[in-house]
C-alpha cells in the first residue's frame, strides 16, 4: 500500500488519508503509547523495527511517521502526569513534531508564557495532535533559557510549505512549517530544553509513574534513531530492488548471462547485504542498550552522559552505512536506474537528502561522545550551536524538526 501511494504522497507532502487510516488500524501510533492511557507500550526496539518495514516501503512516509510517533518518549519523560493524562483523555493518542531549534520566543507572563515564532521543518505534523516547539526565553536571573513549549493543534497553524515535489526525495516527510502567532501556554505545558548532550539533566517525570525505564532520562538516543529508521529502510528497500534487477536482467557484455550468475553483481549484492545488517542490528542494539543504561539509572546507579552519547554515535555509524550501501547499489546496477523515477534511484535520493543536516549526522556524534568520554568542552557547546542555527537561511536550515 505505501509503495503504491508513494508518488501521490509525495504530491501531497505526506502519506495519505487511506494510509493514516491503516496506521490507527494497525496501532502504530500506540507502540509508544503507556499502557495506563491504552496504549501497547512496547520497546524502543519494537517501534524501531516497525519504523524500519515502513520505510522500507516509502522512507518519506517512514520519516514522517517515525517522527510523529517517536516523540512520545520524551514526552512522557518530561511532561507532568496530569498533562500526560489530559492530551490522552481528549485525543486517545499522540502525535507531534518536535522543531527542537529554538525559532520562537516565549515571553513570561503570570501563569506560564506568550509564544509566538514560526518553526520550520516541523516533520510528522501533518497528522498530528500537538506540537512540542522549542524557544527562547528570559529567565528570572535574566539568562537566555530555551524551554519546550507543548502546543494543542488548535493554537498553532500548518503552513502550505511543503510537498509537491519541491525537493529531490522526502516529499512526503510532512515537514511543514509551524506558525504561533501570540498564544498563551500555561506552565505546566512547558519543560526546561535539558534533555539532550551538554544540558542533559536526567530528568525522569515519566519513570515516576509508568515504573517503565523507557521513559527515564536522556533522549538523544530517540532523536537518532527517528531520522536513523528512514535511512535504514531506504537502504534495506535499495537491497530489494538490487536483487530484483540482478535476478531479471542479463549483463550487455560477455558472458551475457542473468546479472547474480556473475562475480560482479554477487560481489555488489554481498558487500551491501552485509552493510545494511550491520546497520539494521546496530540500531536495534543501541535500542536495547539505551534500555539497559535506563534501567541503571532508576535502579539508582545513573550511567554518565558518555555513557548515554556513545548511543547516538553508534546510531549515526549505522547511517553513514546506509548511505554507503546504498551508494554501491546504484553505481553497480546499471545506468537505466539514471532514468527519473527510477524507483532504486528514489531511495538513492532518499539516502542522499539525509546527508544534508548540518547537526544531526556521524561527524557530529563522534564529537559528542568523544567530548563527553574525555570531559572535553566542546568549543560553544551543543546549546549554543543550536541557538546559532536559529537565526540560518530558512535554506540552510536541515531536514527533519531538529536543529
Same mark, same amino acid.
Not at 223 to 251: N, V, W
Given at each position: 500500500?505505501?509503495?503504491?501511494?508513494?508518488?501521490?504522497?509525495?504530491? &501531497?507532502?505526506?502519506?495519505?488519508?487511506? #494510509?493514516?487510516?491503516?496506521?490507527?488500524?494497525?496501532? =502504530?501510533?500506540?507502540?509508544?503509547?503507556?499502557?495506563?492511557?491504552?496504549?501497547?507500550?512496547?520497546?524502543?526496539?519494537?517501534?524501531?523495527?516497525?519504523?524500519?518495514?515502513?520505510?522500507?516501503?516509502?522512507?518519506?512516509?517512514?520519516?514522517?511517521?517515525?517522527?510523529?510517533?517517536?516523540?512520545?518518549?520524551?514526552?512522557?519523560?518530561?511532561?507532568?502526569?496530569?498533562?500526560?493524562?489530559?492530551? =490522552?483523555?481528549?485525543?486517545?493518542?499522540?502525535? +507531534?513534531?518536535?522543531?527542537?531549534?529554538?525559532?520562537?520566543?516565549?515571553?513570561?507572563?503570570?501563569?506560564?508564557?506568550?509564544?509566538?515564532? @514560526?518553526?520550520?521543518?516541523?516533520?510528522?505534523?501533518?497528522?498530528?495532535?500537538?506540537?512540542?516547539?522549542?524557544?527562547?526565553? @528570559?529567565?528570572?536571573?535574566?539568562?537566555?533559557?530555551?524551554?519546550?513549549?507543548?502546543?494543542? %493543534?488548535?493554537?498553532?497553524?500548518?503552513?502550505?510549505?511543503?510537498?509537491?515535489?519541491?525537493?529531490? +526525495?522526502?516529499?512526503?516527510?510532512?515537514?511543514?512549517?509551524?506558525?504561533?502567532?501570540?498564544?498563551?501556554?500555561?506552565?505546566?505545558?512547558?519543560?526546561?530544553?535539558?534533555?539532550?548532550?551538554?544540558?542533559?539533566?536526567?530528568?525522569?517525570?515519566?519513570?515516576?509513574?509508568?515504573?517503565?525505564?523507557?521513559?527515564?532520562?536522556?533522549?538523544?538516543?530517540?532523536?537518532?534513531?527517528?531520522?536513523?529508521?528512514? $535511512?535504514?529502510?531506504?537502504?534495506?528497500?535499495?537491497?530489494?530492488?538490487?536483487?530484483?534487477?540482478? %535476478?531479471?536482467?542479463?549483463?550487455?557484455?560477455?558472458?551475457?548471462?542473468?546479472?547474480?550468475?556473475?562475480?560482479?553483481?554477487?560481489?555488489?549484492?554481498?558487500?551491501?547485504?552485509?552493510?545494511?545488517?550491520?546497520?539494521?542490528?546496530?540500531?536495534?542494539?543501541? /535500542?536495547?542498550?539505551?534500555?539497559?543504561?535506563?534501567?541503571? !539509572?532508576? /535502579?539508582?546507579?545513573?550511567?554518565? &552522559?558518555?555513557?548515554?552519547?556513545?548511543?547516538?554515535?553508534?546510531?549515526?555509524?549505522? #547511517?553513514?552505512?546506509?548511505?554507503?550501501?546504498?551508494?554501491?547499489? =546504484?553505481?553497480?546496477?546499471?545506468?537505466?536506474?539514471?532514468?527519473?523515477?527510477?524507483?532504486?534511484?528514489?531511495?538513492?535520493? !532518499?539516502?542522499?537528502? $539525509? %546527508?544534508?543536516?548540518?547537526?544531526?549526522?556521524?561527524?557530529?556524534?563522534?564529537? /559528542?561522545?568523544?567530548?563527553?568520554?574525555?570531559? #572535553?568542552? +566542546?568549543?560553544?557547546?551543543?546549546?549554543?550551536?543550536?541557538?546559532?542555527?536559529?537565526? +540560518?537561511?530558512?535554506?540552510?536550515?536541515?531536514?527533519?524538526?531538529?536543529?
Amino acid at each position: 500500500m505505501l509503495r503504491e501511494s508513494r508518488h501521490e504522497a509525495s504530491d &501531497l507532502g505526506t502519506y495519505t488519508p487511506a #494510509v493514516h487510516e491503516a496506521f490507527i488500524e494497525a496501532d =502504530f501510533y500506540r507502540i509508544l503509547q503507556p499502557r495506563k492511557y491504552l496504549g501497547l507500550e512496547l520497546s524502543l526496539e519494537t517501534w524501531a523495527k516497525v519504523m524500519v518495514e515502513v520505510c522500507r516501503a516509502d522512507p518519506g512516509a517512514g520519516w514522517c511517521l517515525a517522527l510523529g510517533t517517536g516523540h512520545m518518549v520524551p514526552f512522557i519523560a518530561h511532561f507532568s502526569e496530569s498533562v500526560v493524562a489530559e492530551v =490522552f483523555e481528549q485525543h486517545g493518542r499522540f502525535i +507531534a513534531p518536535h522543531s527542537a531549534a529554538p525559532r520562537g520566543k516565549a515571553v513570561a507572563v503570570p501563569g506560564g508564557y506568550r509564544v509566538s515564532g @514560526t518553526w520550520a521543518y516541523s516533520s510528522g505534523v501533518p497528522y498530528s495532535t500537538h506540537a512540542m516547539l522549542t524557544a527562547m526565553t @528570559t529567565g528570572p536571573d535574566g539568562e537566555l533559557a530555551r524551554i519546550v513549549v507543548l502546543l494543542p %493543534r488548535a493554537d498553532f497553524r500548518i503552513l502550505d510549505d511543503w510537498g509537491g515535489g519541491q525537493l529531490m +526525495a522526502l516529499n512526503a516527510s510532512g515537514s511543514n512549517s509551524v506558525l504561533v502567532e501570540d498564544v498563551f501556554v500555561p506552565q505546566e505545558r512547558t519543560s526546561p530544553f535539558t534533555w539532550l548532550h551538554d544540558s542533559y539533566d536526567g530528568g525522569d517525570l515519566g519513570w515516576q509513574w509508568t515504573k517503565n525505564p523507557m521513559y527515564f532520562g536522556y533522549n538523544g538516543i530517540n532523536y537518532a534513531l527517528t531520522l536513523a529508521c528512514s $535511512q535504514i529502510g531506504a537502504a534495506k528497500g535499495c537491497l530489494d530492488l538490487f536483487e530484483q534487477i540482478i %535476478r531479471t536482467k542479463k549483463r550487455i557484455h560477455p558472458p551475457q548471462v542473468l546479472r547474480y550468475l556473475h562475480p560482479d553483481s554477487q560481489r555488489a549484492w554481498g558487500q551491501a547485504a552485509a552493510m545494511v545488517d550491520a546497520a539494521e542490528n546496530i540500531v536495534y542494539a543501541a /535500542a536495547r542498550k539505551s534500555l539497559e543504561l535506563n534501567e541503571r !539509572a532508576a /535502579a539508582g546507579d545513573p550511567p554518565s &552522559l558518555a555513557d548515554y552519547e556513545r548511543l547516538p554515535n553508534m546510531v549515526w555509524t549505522a #547511517v553513514r552505512l546506509s548511505y554507503e550501501a546504498g551508494e554501491l547499489m =546504484f553505481r553497480s546496477v546499471g545506468s537505466s536506474v539514471a532514468r527519473v523515477g527510477d524507483p532504486l534511484q528514489e531511495l538513492f535520493l !532518499a539516502l542522499q537528502m $539525509q %546527508r544534508t543536516q548540518a547537526t544531526d549526522n556521524a561527524d557530529n556524534a563522534t564529537l /559528542a561522545a568523544a567530548h563527553a568520554h574525555f570531559g #572535553v568542552e +566542546a568549543a560553544g557547546g551543543f546549546s549554543e550551536m543550536i541557538t546559532t542555527r536559529t537565526n +540560518a537561511e530558512p535554506g540552510a536550515v536541515d531536514m527533519g524538526g531538529k536543529a
